[in-house]
């Protein structure tokens, strides 16, 4: 078990909330097999330690440490990592949030009791951090540069209400706004944002929360085919001996008809289990109909299927202006996607009925 991080594996979903909030230490989102200790595994750790390349001919893989490592059957699961801005200035106080160590310090940096915040980026992530700063009682800017929080994947009506839950909070939303660069106080420190039109936010702590980048550079010229990840058929299987899963897998959905790479916590644990039966000569497709979930303030979002900007929009359950709702997506005449806010049963339901393959009318025929 390779590993480029010296922890031992953990929960992230935990980090842009209990953890960064201080309501839960590290010990609480240690990962081990139910039942057991991790030890009883009688793994190989090799933690803090990077895989470099890959010589898929030779079953062999270099490693950060000068060290080799040989293989007959291999796991992809390198994950991915947090994209920066442009030109993004080493400063203390800006951070990002992916891993642990990322967590810690924006803790330490929230500890220190700054008074204004600034989070780049209204995506998941960006917003779970603007709400636990929030809650704990810093002055918060939201910056998004869509005119819509999360556009992309929720269309226009209900990321315009992401938003404003937010502005319910008091959070200082900004959309249409980019980021042109940063004030340093002449010490190092960070001590503001300049904003694309020209204007400067004062600034303790910053946040760059804009996606992430597959990590999938140490396998240039491995012969793996790359692209927005490790390239693998329906079965996870990216060459003969050789499968990947979670953030860093592109693989083809025969459910949902087309190729996708998925940056959510089930499907990372999903995955990993069936790409470890692929290694094992299983050969059943992986076809899952991908979900995820975001705790913002009292608002839990649940989130099913592959909803996007142009897909048709119902309110079938609750209302937007109780906050309370679910709403359905459908495109080219199927059901594709389902959003509930604090509705979690009726999400599991509409999942099932994507997994059937339900058509539009079906799924409207069931709300009613």
């Not at 160590?101 to 204004?116: G, H, I």
């Not at 009682?137 to 819509?148: K, N, R, S």
């Not at 980021?179 to 702590?205: C, E, I, W």
Request: glycine share 12%.
């Amino acid at each position: 078990m390779i590993g480029d991080e010296p922890h031992l594996p953990y929960d992230r979903p935990p980090l842009s909330k209990q953890v960064l909030a201080g309501a839960w230490e590290p010990e609480r989102i240690a990962l081990t097999p139910v039942g057991r200790a991790i030890d009883d595994l009688a793994l190989d750790w090799r933690l803090g330690v990077a895989a470099r390349s890959l010589d898929l001919g030779a079953r062999k893989l270099e490693l950060s440490d000068g060290s080799t490592a040989g293989f007959d059957g291999l796991v992809i699961a390198t994950g991915a990592r947090a994209r920066t801005l442009p030109r993004q200035p080493d400063l203390e106080g800006i951070h990002v949030l992916r891993t642990l160590d990322d967590c810690l310090a924006l803790r330490r940096a929230f500890d220190a009791t700054p008074s204004r915040v600034v989070v780049v980026g209204a995506g998941f992530i960006g917003a779970e951090v603007a709400a636990t700063a929030r809650e704990r009682g810093f002055d918060v800017t939201l910056l998004e540069a869509l005119a819509v929080p999360l556009q992309r994947v929720l269309g226009d009506t209900v990321g315009a209400l992401c938003a404003d839950i937010h502005r319910d909070h008091g959070v200082d939303v900004r959309l249409s706004t980019g980021v042109s660069g940063f004030v340093d106080d002449g010490r190092g420190q960070v001590a503001g944002v300049v904003l694309s039109d020209g204007a400067t936010l004062p600034a303790d702590v910053v946040v760059v929360g804009v996606g992430v980048v597959p990590n999938v550079e140490w396998l240039a010229g491995s012969g793996l085919t790359v692209d927005n990840g490790v390239v693998c058929d329906e079965t996870c299987l990216a060459a003969p001996g050789v499968v990947a899963a979670g953030d860093v897998a592109c693989w083809y959905n025969p459910r949902l008809g087309e190729a996708m790479r998925v940056e959510h916590w089930e499907n990372a644990q999903d995955q990993g289990a069936h790409a470890a039966r692929r290694l094992l000569d299983a050969r059943d497709p992986y076809a899952p109909v991908p979900w995820f979930w975001s705790d913002q303030y009292d608002r839990k979002i649940q989130l099913a299927g592959r909803s996007g900007p142009g897909d048709e929009v119902a309110i079938v359950d609750g209302s937007l202006a109780d906050r309370r709702f679910v709403a359905l997506y459908g495109r080219a005449g199927k059901l594709v996607g389902v959003l509930g806010m604090n509705r979690p049963r009726p999400v599991m339901q509409y999942r099932a009925l994507i997994a059937n393959g339900a058509s539009w009318a079906e799924a409207l025929a069931f709300a009613g």
